[in-house]
């Protein structure tokens, strides 16, 4: 059973730096399409950043690209995504997902059927 499990979120003020975790389990994580994605408050589903873990590729959505960065501990079958310079439009519930059947990482969230139960950062003085 694939599982996923989110943690590191929080209250940050703006400028500030946070570090979210997500624990994977059930899929073989180290050839893994995974990503991140958010939901702010009253919005849809914001692809934000992705990396197939057999790879060095890494993508991010424009709106966070030079202030995030996802990285991968196969070993340890986590994923994590480190946010500095956060501001407050980055306020929103952050879900990892990933789909076993993907060779290919995906920039739409409607491709993946697994998902974490979120972690929420709220980014306010």
């Known amino acids: 059973e694939v599982q996923l499990v989110e943690s590191g979120g929080g209250l940050v003020q703006p400028g500030g730096s946070l570090r979210l975790s997500c624990a994977a389990s059930?899929?073989?994580?180290?050839?893994?399409?995974m990503s991140w994605v958010r939901q702010a408050p009253g919005k849809g589903l914001e692809w934000v950043s992705s990396?197939?873990?057999?790879?060095?590729?890494?993508y991010y959505a424009d709106s966070v690209k030079d202030r995030f960065t996802i990285s991968t501990d196969n070993a340890k079958n986590t994923l994590y995504l480190q946010m500095n310079s956060l501001k407050s439009e980055d306020t929103a519930v952050y879900y990892c997902a990933t789909d076993p059947r993907l060779r290919y990482v995906s920039f739409d969230p409607s491709d993946y059927n697994y998902w974490g139960q979120g972690t929420q950062v709220t980014v306010s003085s």
């Open positions: 059930g899929f073989t994580f180290s050839s893994s399409a």
């Open positions: 990396v197939y873990t057999t790879s060095s590729n890494t």
